[in-house]
C-alpha cells in the first residue's frame, strides 16, 4: 500500500512505469557504457529518494560502511584475525541496524531487509574468497542498490552478480524479452494477486467469526494465490527491467505449488531467499555434515530467523518454527513416504501451506484461534454467519482461481518458451499492459486498491 | 528461445501506443476529462484518461454543453444513468431555480415551478426549516397526526416487527451488501452491490438472492414496494462535488418516487468512517460525511421521505465510526450489522390512515 508523501514505492507505480522507467531507459541508452554504472546508481538513488531522505541517508551510510568495512578487510589478506574483525564488525552493524528498526517500532525503512541481506551478501562472499571486493564503491552500489530488485529482491547474491556489475551488454533482443517479463509480472500482480486478494481482505472486513468453514478454506487458498502471484509478479518485474538493463537474474519462483514436499515446496519458493540462508547461515552452522540432530537443530534456526526476518511479532515465528517442524519431520521420516506417494505428497503440500500461510498474515494471535476453528469448526461456533457466502464469493473468484491455475500450469511453461516471441504472444502482452494500466489507476482511486465499497 | 533476427514487434506496440495514449490524454485533460485532471503532478496524465474511461467518458466524445461545466454533469451526461424526471428542460429549470441553499425553503417565485414530489408545499417550509434545525439528528416531528387538515400529517418513527419489512426494498453499497448478508434479515428485497453510487444505481446490474441479474429499474417496476431505504453515498465521495452529488441523489429519489409513488423513502445517512481513516484521507473523512448527511437530511419531510442517521448507534462518543465494529475503518463487521436491524426496527413508520395522494403533488397554496 502507498505511504504517505511517496510517490514510487513500487513496480506497478504509473509514476515509475510512465515517468520514471522510460525516462531512464532512454538515458540509459544512450548513455556510454563507461557512465552506465554511474547513472544506474544515480536513478537507483533517485528512485529510492521518493520514499523519504532519512531513509535515503541510512540506505547511503549503510553502502559507505559496508564498503569501507570490507575495503579495510581486504588490505591484509593474510591477516585471518583482521579480516575476521572487520568482517564482524560489518555484521554487527548489518544485522544490528535491521533488528534495531525491526524492534524499536518506528516505522521500518523501505526495502531495508532486503539491501540489508544484499549487502551481507557482498560482506561474506568476499570474506569467504568467493569473489573479489568491489573496486569502488559505485560498483557496490550498483549490486546492491539498483532499482529493479532495490525494495523487494530477489536477493541476489554478490558472487551471482559481481561480473555483470562489472561488464553487461544491452541488446534489443534482452529488451523485448525484459518487456515481456515485465508485462507478465505486472499482469500477475495487478490481474491475479491483487483481485484474489479482494477475497482476503472482504474476509477480514467481515470478520473471521462471520465467514463459514468452506469460505475460510477459500480465504487461505486466496491468500496463498495472492501472495504467491503478487511476490512471483514483482520478482518477474525486477528480473525483466533488469534483463533490459542487460542484467541476467536468476528466477525467483519456480513453481511452488508442484512441490511434493515442504521441503521442496521452499527450494521453489523466494529461491534467493532460501540460498542466502543456506548460504550464510546453514552452511556456516554445519549444515548437515555434523549428525542428526545437529542438522535438525540447524534447520530450526534457520527457519526461526526465517520468521523473525519476515516479521517480528510471534505468528511469524511461529510459522518459520512450523515449517522448520515440517522439514525435520520429512528429513526424518516422511521423506521417503512422500517420494513413493506422489498424489499424496502434492495434496500434502496443497493442506499444509495454505494453513502456514494463514499463520503468516494474521499476526494476533487471538484472530488466528478464531480463523483456525472457522477451518475447522469442531471448537466453536460462528457469529452472524451467512452458510452461503463461499457460493456467492466462489461464484465471484472463481475465473480468477482458474486464471491462476492454468499460467501455473506446465503446460502454459511450454507455451510461453515456445511462443513468448510470436506475433500472437506479444498482441496478447500488448492488450494485458493497458488493461493493467486501467486497472491501477481505477484501483488506487480507491482506499484499498482495486476495492470499491 | 529462438535464434532468428525478430522484430522487437512489443516494444515497439508499447512504446507507439505509450505515446499516442499520452498524447491522447494529455489533450483531453484539459478538455472531456477536465474534471479528473488534478494538475498537482501526482499522476501521469494516462490515469486521467483511465479514469475517463472507467466512467464511460470517451475521448473522442466532444464536451456536453452542460448547464454548469463546473460540475460532475460533464461526466454523467453521457452516462444515462439517471434518467431524467422531466422533459431536459423542466429538469434543467428544476436545478437552476432551485439552489441548494434554497432547497429547504423553495417558497421563492412560483411555488408551482420549483415544487417536487420531495417538497410537497411552499407552506410547509417553516416546519421543515424548524425540523432541520437540529441538523443530522432524527428528525423526528414534534406533531403528532392530530393536524389541521390543511397541513399534511408529519410522521413520527415508532417501533415496528420485522414483518413491517416484507415489503420493503433495500438499495445500497458494499455497506449494504453487509446487511444483506450478515444481518440475517431474509424477508425483505435486496438491491445492494458494491460500488453503487447515485450515478449507476438504476442501470447497475445487480444479483438476486437466487443468483439470477437484473437492474433496479427492472426491480422496481416489476414489483411495488411498500417502503424503500436508499444506504448510499460513500462511493460518490471522490468524484464532484457536494452540489452535483446532492443533485444525483434528488434526482434519484425523484425517480425513485416516480416509479413507486406509494412508497415510504427512507434515506439512510452516509455511515461515518472510524477516526484513523477520517484523520488521514482528504476524501473519505467525517466531516465531508457530515456535509452530505445534512444536505440528504434535508430532502426529508416526514411524510413520505424519511432520514435515518445510522450513526446514532455506530459512532462513538467523538462521531467516528467505533473502532470496534470494524477492521477496515470504514465497514461494519458481519456480527455487527444487527445494529442496522435493530435501529431500523425502532425507526419504522405506521400510518393508520394513508393520506390521499394529492397531498403529495400538488401544492396547496
Not at chain 1, 511517496?6 to 507505480?13: C, F, G, N, Q
Not at chain 1, 454467519?385 to 452461503?388: A, E, H, I, K, L
Not at chain 2, 458481519?334 to 450489522?337: A, D, F, I, R, V
Given at each position: 500500500m502507498q505511504q504517505k508523501g511517496?510517490?514510487?514505492?513500487?513496480?506497478?507505480?504509473l509514476n515509475f512505469l510512465f515517468r520514471f522507467f522510460p525516462v531512464f531507459i532512454l538515458a540509459y541508452y544512450f548513455c556510454p557504457a563507461k557512465y552506465k554504472n554511474m547513472l544506474l546508481l544515480a536513478a537507483s538513488i533517485l528512485f529510492y529518494g521518493f520514499s523519504g531522505w532519512q531513509n535515503t541517508l541510512l540506505l547511503l551510510f549503510s553502502l559507505m560502511l559496508n564498503y569501507l568495512f570490507i575495503s579495510l578487510m581486504e588490505?591484509?589478506?593474510?591477516?585471518r584475525g583482521w579480516r575476521r574483525g572487520w568482517f564482524a564488525s560489518a555484521v554487527i552493524y548489518n544485522v544490528g541496524t535491521l533488528c534495531f528498526f525491526k524492534y524499536s517500532g518506528t516505522a521500518l525503512p523501505l526495502g531495508i531487509s532486503f539491501y540489508t541481506f544484499t549487502l551481507l551478501s557482498y560482506d561474506a562472499d568476499v570474506y569467504l574468497r568467493q569473489e573479489k571486493a568491489a573496486k569502488n564503491w559505485p560498483e557496490l552500489g550498483v549490486y546492491?542498490?539498483?532499482?529493479?530488485?532495490?525494495?523487494?529482491?530477489?536477493?541476489?547474491?554478490y558472487r551471482q552478480l559481481a561480473g555483470q556489475v562489472r561488464k553487461r551488454t544491452t541488446s534489443v533482443r534482452k529488451t523485448e524479452y525484459g518487456l515481456s517479463l515485465l508485462i507478465i509480472g505486472l499482469s500477475f500482480k495487478v490481474i491475479l494477486a491483487d483481485t484474489v486478494g479482494i477475497l482476503w481482505h472482504e474476509i477480514r472486513t467481515v470478520g473471521f467469526?462471520?465467514?463459514?468453514t468452506p469460505l475460510a478454506w477459500m480465504g487461505a487458498a486466496a491468500f496463498s494465490v495472492q501472495l504467491l502471484f503478487d511476490f512471483q509478479g514483482y520478482s518477474l518485474m525486477a528480473i525483466g527491467l533488469a534483463s533490459m538493463l542487460g542484467f541476467d537474474l536468476p528466477k525467483?519462483?519456480?513453481?511452488?505449488?508442484?512441490?511434493?514436499s515442504i521441503s521442496e515446496y521452499y527450494r521453489r519458493w523466494h529461491i534467493s531467499l532460501g540460498q542466502w540462508f543456506r548460504d550464510y547461515l546453514y552452511i556456516p552452522l554445519g549444515?548437515?555434515?555434523?549428525g542428526l540432530a545437529r542438522t535438525c537443530f540447524n534447520l530450526l534456526v534457520v527457519w526461526a530467523v526465517t520468521g523473525i526476518w519476515h516479521g517480528t511479532t510471534p505468528n511469524f515465528l511461529l510459522w518459520g518454527l512450523l515449517l522448520g517442524f515440517f522439514i525435520i519431520l520429512e528429513k526424518c521420516l516422511l521423506g521417503r513416504f512422500l517420494e513413493n506417494h506422489k498424489v499424496f505428497s502434492h495434496l500434502y503440500v496443497w493442506f499444509l501451506i495454505p494453513l502456514t500461510w494463514v499463520i503468516f498474515d494474521i499476526t494476533d494471535i487471538k484472530e488466528l484461534g478464531i480463523y483456525f476453528t472457522r477451518l475447522f469448526p469442531f471448537w466453536g461456533k460462528g457469529i452472524a454467519?451467512?452458510?452461503?457466502d463461499w457460493i456467492i464469493h466462489g461464484t465471484k473468484y472463481l475465473p480468477f482461481f482458474l486464471g491462476a491455475l492454468a499460467v501455473s500450469c506446465p503446460l502454459a511453461d511450454k507455451l510461453w518458451e515456445k511462443f513468448w516471441d510470436s506475433i500472437a504472444a506479444k498482441t496478447v502482452l500488448f492488450f494485458l499492459f493497458w488493461i493493467c494500466v486501467y486497472q491501477i489507476v481505477n484501483g488506487l482511486h480507491n482506499p484499498f486498491r482495486y476495492f470499491s465499497f | 528461445m529462438r535464434k532468428q533476427k525478430r522484430m522487437p514487434l512489443l516494444l515497439i506496440y508499447i512504446l507507439a501506443s505509450m505515446l499516442f495514449v499520452n498524447i491522447t490524454a494529455a489533450v483531453s485533460a484539459g478538455g472531456i476529462y477536465e474534471e479528473y485532471?488534478?494538475?498537482?503532478?501526482?499522476?501521469?496524465?494516462v490515469a486521467v484518461l483511465m479514469q475517463g474511461l472507467s466512467h464511460r467518458?470517451?475521448?473522442?466524445e466532444s464536451k456536453t454543453p452542460a448547464f454548469?461545466?463546473?460540475?460532475?454533469q460533464t461526466a454523467q451526461g453521457t452516462e444515462s444513468?439517471?434518467?431524467?424526471?422531466?422533459?431536459a428542460e423542466d429538469a434543467d429549470d428544476f436545478i437552476v431555480k432551485i439552489p441548494p441553499e434554497e432547497e429547504t425553503s423553495?417558497?421563492?417565485?412560483d411555488p408551482s415551478e420549483s415544487s417536487s414530489p420531495l417538497h410537497?408545499?411552499?407552506?410547509?417550509s417553516g416546519q421543515e426549516n424548524a425540523a432541520h434545525e437540529?441538523?443530522?439528528?432524527?428528525?423526528?416531528?414534534?406533531?403528532?397526526?392530530?393536524?389541521?387538515?390543511?397541513q399534511p400529517v408529519r410522521y413520527e418513527f415508532t417501533e415496528v416487527t420485522r414483518?413491517?419489512?416484507?415489503?420493503a426494498l433495500f438499495i445500497g453499497d458494499s455497506r449494504a451488501v453487509g446487511i444483506q448478508l450478515?444481518?440475517?434479515?431474509?424477508?425483505l428485497t435486496y438491491c445492494t452491490e458494491s460500488g453503487m453510487t447515485v450515478y449507476n444505481m438504476f442501470d447497475r446490474q445487480i444479483t438476486r438472492a437466487d443468483g439470477t441479474k437484473t437492474t433496479l429499474e427492472e426491480a422496481l417496476a416489476e414489483s411495488s414496494f411498500g417502503k424503500i431505504y436508499l444506504e448510499i453515498g460513500?462511493?460518490?465521495?471522490?468524484?464532484?462535488t457536494v452540489d452535483s452529488f446532492m443533485e444525483a441523489y434528488e434526482n434519484a429519489v425523484l425517480r425513485l418516487r416516480e416509479l413507486q409513488p406509494d412508497a415510504d423513502i427512507f434515506l439512510c445517512g452516509i455511515m461515518y468512517v472510524r477516526k484513523s481513516k477520517s484523520d488521514s484521507d482528504p476524501i473519505f473523512n467525517n466531516p465531508a460525511i457530515r456535509e452530505r448527511n445534512e444536505r440528504i437530511a434535508?430532502?426529508?419531510?416526514?411524510?413520505?421521505v424519511f432520514y435515518l442517521d445510522i450513526n446514532e448507534v455506530t459512532s462513538d462518543e467523538s462521531g467516528?465510526?467505533?473502532?470496534?465494529?470494524?477492521w477496515d475503518e470504514i465497514h461494519l463487521l458481519?456480527?455487527?450489522?444487527v445494529l442496522w436491524t435493530e435501529y431500523l426496527s425502532s425507526h419504522g413508520i405506521v400510518k393508520e390512515t394513508l393520506p390521499p395522494r394529492e397531498n403529495h403533488s400538488a401544492p396547496t397554496s
Open positions: 511517496t510517490y514510487i514505492v513500487e513496480l506497478s507505480d588490505t591484509r589478506p593474510r591477516d546492491a542498490l539498483m532499482f529493479p530488485k532495490l525494495l523487494s529482491g530477489p536477493i541476489v547474491q467469526e462471520s465467514i463459514s525467483n519462483f519456480d513453481h511452488p505449488y508442484r512441490a511434493g549444515g548437515n555434515r555434523c454467519v451467512n452458510s452461503r | 485532471n488534478t494538475d498537482d503532478f501526482s499522476q501521469p496524465v467518458v470517451w475521448p473522442w454548469d461545466p463546473d460540475q460532475e444513468a439517471v434518467p431524467p424526471l422531466q422533459p423553495p417558497s421563492a417565485g410537497p408545499t411552499a407552506d410547509d437540529d441538523g443530522s439528528q432524527n428528525p423526528t416531528a414534534p406533531e403528532g397526526g392530530n393536524q389541521d387538515p390543511s414483518e413491517y419489512f416484507d415489503d450478515y444481518s440475517g434479515w431474509d424477508n460513500i462511493n460518490e465521495m471522490g468524484t464532484g434535508q430532502l426529508a419531510d416526514q411524510q413520505t467516528n465510526l467505533n473502532p470496534d465494529y470494524t458481519g456480527k455487527y450489522n
